[in-house]
């Protein structure tokens, strides 16, 4: 999903929350500095707003997020919240800002902080806690404007790792490791080939991972829900019985032609359903590893259909 397909069929109030989980990995793998500078704005707030709901500011400044805090203030700035930015460095300066990016010198002056000092911060809490609506709305106009300095460093693939693939890489070795590793590498590799067992498989992990990141009904309103059939149908072949069955609320829609028909489907559905196809995204989870497994013996069933892609020389010499 790319995020012009995001912004298309997400509520906007949903964007922010939406488009930070699909940058979790590349934070994790290459850390706060290699964001772009709208994806840096859009993560340090974002994580504000989620420990402000969550613990506070004080959970806020014990925990690793804390370590942005002197970012914070430009970036509300940035984002057209002065007055919030204000109050964020009434808070920073209750630490030495030498102390401010050290979790462990933070919860230390946490816990020697003042009756008036721990006044000053519950006070800025407070006014930071009735703002977080309107600092989530700033974040979702944020997103739209700064599209082209948002990247997704998955690819089509949300819910997975990102993976490097050497030239030499053997299909072999693809085919031996775990595979949260190894479906991922086979679809990067191969979702452009036309063998069927390969578009099936291209399809069933977009599903996973669209669905594990942001659920069954964001998967069905994008241009993925197009390719479910062809999902379907490697779940069936690799017997995955308990993701079939997990996405059953899902598989009972009737298809639709278009993402616009799909969105308008989902509104007229009773809460009931709709509940049971909210809870899609996580029985799915519970079901992620033999999933996975089934999957991949699917695609060792169906080595041929990838082997196109993978170094002749190798294969040759793999298949003597």
């Known amino acids: 999903m790319t995020l012009n397909d995001l912004l298309r069929c997400t509520p906007a109030s949903a964007v922010p929350g939406a488009v930070f989980r699909r940058l979790i990995t590349k934070h994790a793998d290459l850390g706060l500095k290699a964001l772009t500078p709208a994806e840096r704005v859009l993560w340090v707030v974002f994580e504000l707003c989620g420990e402000l709901s969550n613990g506070g500011l004080h959970q ?46 933070r919860v230390v002056v946490l816990g020697q902080l003042s009756a008036t000092q721990v006044a000053t911060l519950e006070r800025v809490e407070r006014a930071l806690d009735d703002a977080t609506g309107a600092l989530l709305e700033a974040l979702g106009t944020w997103v739209r404007a700064q599209r082209a300095d948002i990247t997704f460093a998955n690819g089509g693939l949300a819910g997975f790792r990102p993976v490097e693939l050497p030239v030499d890489l053997r299909l072999s070795e693809v085919f031996a490791a775990n595979p949260e590793s190894a479906l991922p590498a086979l679809y990067v590799r191969t979702r452009r080939v036309r063998h069927l067992p390969a578009r099936q498989l291209s399809a069933a ?57 799909r969105a308008a489907q989902l509104q007229e559905l009773r809460q009931s359903q709709q509940r049971r196809l909210a809870a899609v995204q996580w029985t799915l989870d519970e079901v992620r590893g033999p999933t996975l497994a089934a999957l991949l013996d699917f695609a060792r069933h169906h080595a041929d259909a990838f082997a196109a892609r993978f170094h002749p020389e190798l294969l040759s010499s793999e298949r003597a």
């Open 60 to 105: 806020y400044f014990a925990n690793s997020s804390g370590n942005a805090c002197q970012l914070v203030p430009r970036a509300l700035e940035r984002l057209g919240r002065r007055g919030e930015a204000k109050l964020l460095r009434a808070a920073n300066a209750l630490f030495p800002e030498a102390v401010q990016p050290d979790r462990a010198r």
């Open 205 to 261: 992990l977009e599903l996973i991972g669209e669905v594990s990141e942001a659920g069954a009904q964001v998967y069905w309103t994008s241009p993925l829900s197009a390719r479910l059939p062809l999902a379907q149908g490697a779940l069936r072949a690799s017997k995955a019985k308990v993701a079939l069955s997990a996405l059953a609320p899902l598989l009972r829609l009737p298809p639709l032609g278009s993402v616009r028909a």
